[in-house]
């Protein structure tokens, strides 16, 4: 362990200079800032210089603490001396929960705990930790770390960031003092996303905008949207098929492949339906409806959704009924469907083609009404 807590001051074995350890060993009022028990600091010939308990620790807090996560958890705080926060600590623990805080900080009468995460958990326990937090009446801020990837128009996340799919996402590189933040977000894929993106160094950004939940919408760029989707139709339908059978026995049916899904199919919800990529949920909900209904049939949304979690084995996420319910608008906006008190009457089936060049155009066609929708 190369940290201790010495009189409430933390001391990192990394900053010190070896010339400097022998004013360590004559000190004995270390504790571990996970438990909170005695530890003593060693250094001999063998081994390097670190902390260790006098007896067994049981806390289950003790982790390899990254140097990416080390050096973010120094520069953030920095930064909050910057912004005048005048109550800042490092490591806090909160015994009532169990919890150790990476910075904890009360900024106008409010408690705030940055968090930040760059090995995988489970999503239960990453949810547990935000709701341990909100009962002491803390504001929860995930600050995530690790590689991200910027593509022509779209960005492959790293896979702790998925664990935060319903609101901001925040990811900070303290190598080069640059947050990301990611706002109004569309999940193509479990890593890939689209939305408002804004990079900006972290001595250029405000406190008050990391605690804003305000948020502007960006408006509707149809040119980026319709190149995902044709790199959709071009490249990636190929890759997507190997492990979506279901699908493809949709798709059977109608003489048709994922590149020649109907142009109705792929367009951004904001927020996660389903645990399958957006082409591909999509797709679902549509073939579905063209699959088990003729025309002017009906269908409630609930009849439709309990078909697509048992039938077509589709993982519900926690925007599923949201997302759901904006993608069947969309639907009634492009003429396939018309939404009644309490019930959708499916009233015209899309344009299926035998080739890829007449989707690319209505593509476009569609796409302009989307923008006048928004």
């Not at 009189?7 to 022998?22: A, E, G, P």
């Amino acid at each position: 362990m190369l940290i201790a807590k010495q009189n409430n001051q933390l001391i990192d074995l990394r900053k010190i200079k070896n010339i400097d350890f022998s004013q360590l060993k004559s000190a004995s009022n270390y504790t571990c800032p996970y438990c909170g028990a005695a530890v003593i600091f060693k250094h001999g010939r063998k081994r390097r210089a670190h902390f260790s308990h006098r007896t067994s620790c049981n806390s289950n807090h003790h982790h390899h603490e990254s140097e990416a996560h080390y050096t973010s958890k120094f520069l953030l705080k920095k930064w909050l001396d910057d912004q005048g926060v005048t109550l800042i600590k490092i490591e806090h623990r909160l015994p009532s929960i169990d919890r150790i805080a990476d910075i904890y900080f009360e900024y106008k009468g409010k408690k705030f705990v940055l968090e930040i995460q760059k090995s995988m958990i489970d999503q239960v326990l990453f949810e547990e930790r935000t709701r341990d937090y909100q009962k002491l009446g803390i504001e929860v801020i995930w600050i995530f770390i690790g590689e991200i990837q910027a593509r022509e128009k779209t960005y492959l996340l790293n896979k702790v960031m998925k664990l935060q799919k319903g609101s901001r996402i925040i990811h900070f590189n303290p190598f080069t003092q640059t947050l990301t933040l990611f706002n109004h977000l569309v999940w193509l894929s479990q890593k890939e996303v689209q939305g408002m993106v804004e990079k900006i160094l972290l001595n250029d950004f405000s406190l008050n905008s990391l605690l804003s939940t305000d948020t502007y919408h960006v408006s509707k760029n149809l040119d980026d949207w319709l190149t995902i989707k044709q790199q959709f139709r071009c490249k990636k339908s190929l890759s997507y098929q190997r492990n979506e059978r279901g699908l493809l026995r949709l798709c059977a049916p109608f003489l048709i492949n994922f590149s020649l899904l109907p142009s109705v199919v792929g367009w951004p919800i904001e927020g996660e339906a389903y645990y399958k990529p957006l082409f591909i949920w999509q797709g679902y909900v549509v073939l579905c409806i063209m699959s088990d209904y003729e025309e002017h049939d009906v269908f409630t949304l609930s009849e439709l959704r309990h078909k697509l979690r048992v039938r077509y084995h589709l993982k519900e996420s926690i925007d599923t009924l949201k997302a759901l319910k904006e993608y069947l608008l969309l639907l009634e906006w492009f003429g396939m469907i018309r939404q009644q008190v309490g019930y959708y009457e499916y009233i015209k089936r899309p344009r299926l083609y035998s080739q890829l060049e007449p989707y690319i155009i209505e593509d476009q066609q569609l796409g302009e009404l989307w923008i006048q929708k928004n």
